[in-house]
C-alpha cells in the first residue's frame, strides 16, 4: 500500500517535491492510479474504490509528525487526521463483526467513551504507531475476509446496527457503505491537512 515496512507513517517519496507543488506525488506516480483494466467485474470495482479511498487518507497523513497528525480542527470538534485513522481501525473491524460475526470488539471505543477513537488521538508518538500497526492490520484482515466470500449478495452473519432489530445486509451493502465512509472521511482528511500546512493537492 506504498508504506515502509519498518516505520510508523507512510513513505517520505510521498512528500518530496513533485511537478506540482501542493501536489505529494507526481501524477504518473500516484500509487492510488493503474487499478483493475477493462473489463472489470463488480467486486474488482468495488475493492479498487475501496483501495483507492484507503491509499488517500493514507497519502493526506502521511509526512506529519504526531502533533500535526493530533491537531485538531475547530473547537468544539476533536477531529484529527489521527482521530480519522483510529476511527478507519474501528470501521474495518465493524465491516468484519457485523458480515461474519467476527470476534472483532472496539479498541478505542468503550461505554464510557464513545469516541475515544477520537478523544484519544493525543500527540504521542506511541499512539501514532499503534494506529498505523493496527490500521494495516485491520485492513489486510477485512481483505482477508472480503476474499473468503464468493457471492457479493451473501447475507451477513453477525449483527446489524440499522434499525432497531437490525437488518440484513449483503456483501455488496457493506463494501458500499465502506467505500461511502472513507471517501466522507477523506473529504475531512482534505480540511484538517490543509489547516496543518496548506496542502490541498490530489
Same mark, same amino acid.
Given at each position: 500500500? &506504498? *508504506?515502509? !515496512?519498518? @516505520? &510508523?507513517?507512510?513513505?517520505?517519496?510521498w512528500t518530496e517535491a513533485t511537478v506540482f507543488a501542493d501536489m505529494w506525488v507526481d501524477p504518473?506516480?500516484?500509487? +492510488? %492510479?493503474?487499478?483493475?483494466?477493462?473489463?472489470?467485474?463488480?467486486?474488482?470495482?468495488?475493492?479498487?474504490?475501496?483501495?483507492?479511498?484507503?491509499? *488517500?487518507?493514507?497519502l493526506k497523513c502521511s509526512g506529519l509528525d504526531a502533533e500535526q497528525? @493530533?491537531? +485538531?480542527?475547530?473547537?468544539?470538534? *476533536?477531529?484529527?487526521?489521527?482521530?480519522?485513522?483510529r476511527h478507519a481501525v474501528e470501521d474495518e473491524r465493524h465491516v468484519?463483526?457485523?458480515?461474519?460475526?467476527a470476534d472483532a470488539p472496539r479498541l478505542y471505543r468503550t461505554e464510557q467513551d464513545r469516541d475515544g477513537d477520537w478523544n484519544g488521538a493525543v500527540a504521542d508518538p506511541a499512539v501514532v504507531e499503534d494506529a498505523w500497526r493496527r490500521w494495516r492490520? %485491520?485492513? !489486510? %484482515? *477485512?481483505?482477508?475476509?472480503? #476474499?473468503?466470500? @464468493?457471492d457479493l449478495d451473501a447475507y451477513n452473519a453477525g449483527d446489524s446496527d440499522l434499525g432497531p432489530d437490525g437488518a440484513d445486509l449483503t456483501l455488496r451493502d457493506l463494501l458500499l457503505a465502506h467505500i461511502v465512509e472513507? !471517501?466522507?472521511?477523506?473529504?475531512? #482528511?482534505?480540511?484538517?491537512? %490543509?489547516?496543518v500546512d496548506g496542502r490541498v493537492g490530489q
Open positions: 500500500m &506504498g *508504506t515502509s !515496512a519498518d @516505520a &510508523g507513517e507512510p513513505t517520505a517519496r504518473d506516480d500516484d500509487p +492510488r %492510479e493503474g487499478g483493475p483494466s477493462a473489463p472489470v467485474d463488480e467486486r474488482a470495482l468495488l475493492l479498487d474504490y475501496l483501495r483507492y479511498y484507503r491509499l *488517500t487518507l493514507e497528525l @493530533a491537531r +485538531r480542527s475547530v473547537p468544539p470538534s *476533536t477531529m484529527s487526521l489521527l482521530g480519522l485513522l468484519r463483526r457485523v458480515m461474519t460475526g492490520h %485491520e485492513v !489486510a %484482515e *477485512t481483505d482477508r475476509m472480503v #476474499a473468503s466470500i @464468493a472513507y !471517501a466522507r472521511h477523506c473529504g475531512h #482528511a482534505d480540511l484538517l491537512r %490543509e489547516r
